[in-house]
């Protein structure tokens, strides 16, 4: 059974960090690409971030230069840090597995319960 757990969100400072984990089990982060996505209350889920197999990583608009997507395979762990907060980035944060096509992420019905990430000002 595939299981995706993330930790790490909290209560956090405007222009302050956060560094969210998703912990895999089974193969699944070995076998695939891996994605943040996050969701604000009364909006769609979207795309944050996502790491292929292989390393190459992608970003929304939103987050370039604040946010960095890493993976470990030691540890079957997905990492999402996040500089520079902002109220935009309140949300409940999301890890997923799928596939990447060139940039393009794919999301597959693999989903963790999710991390709420709540930026004060």
């Known amino acids: 059974q595939v299981q995706l757990v993330e930790s790490g969100g909290g209560l956090v400072q405007a222009g302050g960090s956060l560094k969210l984990s998703c912990a895999a089990s089974g193969t699944i982060f070995s076998t695939n690409a891996m994605a943040w996505y996050r969701q604000a209350p009364g909006k769609q889920r979207e795309l944050v971030a996502s790491i292929a197999l292989g390393g190459s990583t992608n970003y929304a608009d939103s987050v370039k230069g604040r946010f960095t997507i890493s993976r470990d395979a030691a540890k079957n762990t997905l990492y999402l840090q996040m500089n520079s907060l902002g109220h935009d980035d309140s949300a409940v944060y999301y890890c997923?597995?799928?596939?990447?096509?060139?940039?393009?992420?794919?999301?597959?019905?693999?989903w963790g319960q999710g991390t709420q990430v709540t930026v004060s000002s």
């Open positions: 997923n597995a799928g596939l990447r096509f060139g940039m393009r992420y794919v999301a597959r019905d693999y």
